[in-house]
């Protein structure tokens, strides 16, 4: 059984960076793409970042890129979100989820099959 965990969230003040870790345990997910999305109170799941199989292909949510960077380590099973320059408007419950093996980077949840449990990051004014 699939299992993904994430670590790495936190409090963190305005212009600040943090990194998330999604660690998989149980069948390997090397061969997956994987993704990251996050929910804001009161506001719906937004894609934020995926990331092929081999890391060598990447996408992101327009208002994020240039200042989050999304990466994995397929020898550890785990994959990143770097966040720098983080504002207020970033403050959410971070997820990491795995789609499908293969090249396709997806952007809408319900095309990803396992997810973390969220960890939580709050951006302070």
């Known amino acids: 059984q699939v299992q993904l965990v994430e670590s790495g969230g936190g409090l963190v003040q305005d212009g600040g960076s943090l990194r998330l870790s999604c660690a998989a345990s149980g069948p390997t997910l090397s061969s997956y793409a994987m993704g990251w999305f996050r929910q804001a109170p009161g506001e719906e799941r937004e894609f934020v970042a995926a990331?092929?199989?081999?890391?060598?292909?990447?996408s992101y949510n327009y208002s994020m890129k240039g200042r989050f960077t999304i990466s994995r380590d397929n020898a550890l099973n785990t994959h990143y979100l770097q966040m720098n320059s983080l504002k207020p408007e970033d403050t959410a419950v971070y997820y990491c989820a795995a789609s499908f093996p293969g090249d396709t980077l997806r952007h809408a949840d319900y095309e990803y099959r396992y997810w973390g449990q969220g960890t939580r990051v709050t951006v302070s004014s």
């Open positions: 990331i092929n199989w081999n890391g060598e292909k990447t």
